[in-house]
């Protein structure tokens, strides 16, 4: 499974930010729970937000929970996060990810098997 992610950039702070990650993959987009990180200089890569396999769940940090929207296009094998209100403690690295391992560590670095190779976001005081 390949992801592509895509679509970051610079953006001031409390503007907003669509990011996508594609699947380029023979397997549909429906098969796997999937999230964004995000990597900060010097930080742990962290969960960002987790979306079901369906698309009919999701969870979000708390440190986005209200700004940040995670949705997922089965049809279009496509991941969304749509960021709005964007803080500078918002810039990192994104990643996509695609959930192999056990659904209880959705939040956990270790249970993501196929990344993409992240979209820099950066977000300006």
């Known amino acids: 499974v390949q992801l592509q992610a895509f679509g970051g950039g610079w953006v001031q702070a409390g503007g907003s930010l669509t990011i996508s990650c594609a699947k380029v993959?023979?397997?549909?987009?429906?098969?796997?729970?999937m999230a964004w990180f995000r990597q900060a200089p010097g930080k742990e890569r962290e969960v960002v937000a987790h979306?079901?396999?369906?698309?009919?769940?999701?969870y979000y940090a708390d440190s986005v929970k209200g700004r940040f929207t995670i949705s997922k296009d089965n049809t279009k094998n496509t991941m969304y996060l749509h960021m709005n209100n964007l803080k500078p403690d918002d810039s990192a690295v994104y990643y996509c990810?695609?959930?192999?391992?056990?659904?209880?560590?959705?939040?956990?670095?270790?249970?993501?098997?196929?990344w993409g190779q992240g979209t820099l976001v950066t977000v300006s005081s």
């Open positions: 990810a695609a959930l192999t391992g056990s659904l209880t560590d959705y939040a956990r670095r270790r249970a993501y098997g196929f």
């Open positions: 993959t023979r397997r549909p987009c429906s098969n796997f729970p």
């Open positions: 979306i079901s396999r369906s698309g009919g769940t999701s």
